[in-house]
């Protein structure tokens, strides 16, 4: 059994308008429920043993601010490809992760985030920013992992959710 937490980034700034997508940072709320979104998790005991992030700006401090906020000690890697990437994209990188790693957490964008929760647990949840969807697959081994793989959904948090 292997575990997916699903994280979209936090919210993001729109305010400068000379800054290319890939490169806007978050807003004053992004800054705020990204570490909460982390705290929770670590209060859950749901600290992933690898994060891999995009190498969007507002994805990858997302990722920055949960890790410090949960503890975590593993390694933050980024992945090009899981800019506004869909599904295939994260099976992808997935597959080819050592199998030492039961818990992993891939931080993204939408409408790709929804999509993988999607696929992965035949249910639909909309994954506002700085939502997280905590999947347990039925696998032994990351190669095994398709789109077709039904998973449970184990939980889904939105900042809104937790307490104060």
Known sequence: MKTLLILRHAKSDWGNSQLSDHDRQLNSRGKYDAPR????LKLKEIVPELIISSTAERALTTAELVALAC???????TERKFYLAGPPAYVEILNGLPDSYESVMVVGHNPGMEELVSLLTDKDRTMTTANVAVVELPIDAWRELTIFTEGRLKHHWQPNDLPA
Not at 37 to 40: D, Q
Not at 71 to 77: N, P, Y
């Open 71 to 77: 503890d975590f000690e593993g390694e933050l890697r």
């Open 37 to 40: 979104m982390g705290a929770w």
